[in-house]
């Protein structure tokens, strides 16, 4: 119940009432000037008429009472969990709680900002202690807010730059955990490219610095490089100096950079000692030799299809006119160039990345010694695939020549003529060339039919795709460094041109070209892992029907087996939730994949040590305080209610602010000069005003 208080409720407008009073005090003044006798009774009956018209009324109002709300915010993000850090924060909070219950009218909220690979830090903002706040006071009037209480190591990233955009005027204290004057080594990536292209060198620069060490003499820490797992380099480098490193791409995709230093003489975390960066490798346009034995129909499909890749460069020769075709044309009459065998074979032959015969026939274009060169340029590393023809299964065959060392699969001499529609073998159906190829779904493929196939004996690699009776169609081998593909049928070229519904030539023959290239994403054997909504989700691409569990290294060290399922022949997947922030190590079966949850550098370890220097301008803005505590009680300063415009921190003491904030639950009225009393006095203090003048 509150007190009685006067208010003024006028009847009229008030412009209207301040007319009526001049025009009523000036007719007085007249009368008063005259000398008139019942001035004063009249002059009474001008103030009783403007009290009725203001209608003074006693009015109480029945209140209740509302808490004011006090938030606490705790920081549980990643660097929270250094140390004795999470242990003396959770201690500073039961004390902050339990002198918070020894205060009447605080309705205390406690809001946490997660840590880990969900938490605050997954879009690299690092820790947001005053996102949270906002959130926790988001439906509190700011009238009732006593105050904000943040329980943290410091390491805030978003602290207001003024304390208008709080949205609340009341203090905000700190209780910072941790030491001072804290150090720690970390690493900062100054110049990482996006992009390189593959095998041409790329600089990298970055520094090592250990933060709150005072140096007296320079300092060499060791540092290590790796590529998608494979450590490329170690050197050592100066702490506090820029260091820039040259580094080569092996492959065309993501390439993910580690860069780890040694640990200092003072760490807090080793989290903040490794740096990762991703860079797309592209391929410097590929150079493609195709080397068509004779004109055929299909000569134009391999030769469009090379062609509308932009980033190839093709070099296409046609065998047009045989040594031995001698019909008499003088030379300087024809119209066609010579071969440069030995240019393309000899001198400019590792140039290139593919090799394509196409229907070849040994005619004596290419000499022995040339084909064996192509041979050695395939241990080596490079990549030739063979399209047969008729040829292939005669003496002149390319199989009769030094490259049979390298071909996986030799004919038998006859060839089969008639209807057929490609199959995928079991083999194939694991092998990522021809793995989910449009069209091979269910018991018979969806495309058209070829109508030749190079009977031949496969001696090793991997039959892909087969005609009927099991005949080999493609098959695919390794062979030294470099990869070797037979496609035996020079029948592909149907497809393209929509015969009985075509069928996938362009898909299929982009594939088998990129699996010769060394393609990461089309390798037989492939272990990759990616972050999935907070889960690690790693994928296995093998040709063997089981595979062992993976095992996971986490971005704290700890290390977890994972068990992959089969989710389709010759694939495997497992699962894992992603909790922590960083980077994952996967390792399988001799390979190994990287990745990372969160951002590659999160900003929530760039500094890792206790600070109050982030926090003091805003708790000096709103009237409050920073203090360092521990896991001793005295360390935690006392809490008080304060009113407002008193001081709301001391050395030792914590104010928060009393607004006395209540609800009005029913208000009571009393009028102080009712309209009949009101209207007696008027006309009585009229009537003596007459009495008073008539005598």
């Known amino acids: 119940m509150g007190a009685w208080d006067i208010i003024f409720e006028p009847s009229v407008p008030p412009a209207l009432i301040f007319v009526l009073a001049a025009a009523g005090i000036a007719v007085i003044a007249y009368s008063a000037f005259r000398r008139a006798r019942g001035t004063p009774w009249r002059a009474a009956a001008l ?162 610095d250990d933060t709150g060490a005072v140096a007296t003499e320079k300092i060499q820490a060791p540092v290590s490089i790796s590529i998608d797992g494979q450590e490329t380099m170690r050197t050592s480098v100066t702490v506090g100096e820029k260091t820039e490193v040259t580094l080569s791409l092996k492959h065309g995709g993501p390439n993910v950079i580690e860069i780890d230093v040694a640990p200092g003489s003072d760490e807090l975390t080793l989290l903040n000692n490794r740096a990762v960066v991703v860079a797309n490798g592209i391929r410097d346009r590929l150079r493609v030799l195709l080397v068509s034995g004779e004109p055929h129909p299909g000569e134009r499909t391999w030769r469009n299809l090379l062609k509308a890749d932009p980033s190839v460069d093709l070099v296409h020769f046609t065998i047009l006119r045989p040594p031995e075709k001698q019909d008499g044309t003088p030379i300087n009459e024809l119209s066609l160039i010579a071969f440069p065998t030995r240019e393309l074979f000899v001198e400019k032959l590792d140039q290139f990345d593919l090799i394509i015969f196409d229907r070849f026939k040994r005619q004596g274009v290419l000499p022995l010694e040339y084909l064996s060169n192509i041979a050695r340029y395939v241990e080596d590393g490079g990549a030739v695939l063979d399209a047969a023809g008729p040829a292939f299964a005669t003496p002149f065959s390319l199989y009769r020549t030094p490259l049979a060392a390298v071909l996986p699969a030799q004919p038998t001499g006859d060839i089969t003529l008639g209807g057929f529609k490609p199959e995928v073998t079991d083999t194939g159906c694991k092998h990522p060339v021809t793995a989910d190829l449009p069209g091979a779904e269910g018991s018979s493929p969806q495309w058209g039919r070829w109508f030749r196939v190079i009977d031949s004996k ?176 005295d360390d935690t300063p006392q809490l008080r209610g304060v009113r407002p415009g008193h001081d709301a921190a001391g050395s030792d003491w914590i104010g928060l602010r009393r607004n006395e904030q209540y609800l009005v639950r029913a208000v009571h009225q009393v009028p102080l000069l009712s309209g009949p009393i009101a209207l007696i006095l008027i006309l009585g203090a009229l009537a003596l005003a007459w009495r008073r003048e008539g005598r």
């Open 458 to 633: 496969v001696d090793r690699g991997e039959v892909v795709m087969s005609a009927p009776g099991g005949r080999p169609l493609m098959v695919l081998d390794h062979a030294g460094k470099g990869r070797v593909a037979q496609l035996l049928s020079d029948q592909i070229w149907l497809w393209s041109r929509g015969f009985e519904g075509g069928g996938p030539h362009a898909e299929l023959l982009r594939r088998l070209a990129h699996w010769l290239m060394k393609e990461p994403d089309l390798e037989e054997e492939n272990l990759a892992a990616s972050i999935e909504g907070g889960t690690l989700a790693v994928r296995r691409r093998t040709m063997a029907d089981t595979t062992p569990p993976a095992e996971v290294t986490m971005p704290s060290g700890k290390t977890v087996p994972l068990a992959l399922e089969k989710t389709a022949p010759g694939r495997f997947e497992g699962r894992l939730a992603a909790k922590e922030l960083g980077l994952y190590r996967i390792a399988q079966g001799g390979l190994n994949a990287v990745t990372a949850a969160g951002p590659l550098n999160p900003k929530e370890f760039a500094d890792v040590r206790a600070t109050d220097q982030l926090l003091k301008p805003i708790a000096s803005a709103t009237g409050g305080g920073t203090y360092w505590v521990g896991a001793d009680a």
């Open 47 to 208: 103030a009783i008429t403007l009290v009725a018209l203001v209608n003074p009324t006693m009015r109480q109002e029945d209140r209740q009472s509302v808490p004011d709300v006090a938030a606490i915010v705790v920081d549980r993000s990643d660097s929270m969990d250094i140390g004795k850090r999470p242990a003396e924060a959770q201690a500073a909070l039961a004390r902050v709680e339990a002198g918070l219950k020894a205060i009447k009218g605080i309705e205390t909220r406690i809001v946490h900002v997660e840590g880990g690979a969900e938490g605050a830090d997954e879009n690299g903002e690092g820790t947001r202690a005053f996102a949270a706040l906002e959130q926790a006071l988001s439906d509190v009037p700011r009238e009732r807010v006593a105050g904000a209480i943040l329980i943290t190591d410091g390491e805030v990233h978003d602290v207001p730059k003024n304390a208008q955009t709080l949205g609340f005027k009341a203090p905000v204290h700190s209780l910072i955990v941790g030491r001072k004057n804290e150090r720690d080594r970390r690493l900062t990536v100054l110049e990482a490219p996006r992009f390189g292209i593959v095998d041409e060198p790329m600089k990298l620069a970055f520094r090592v």
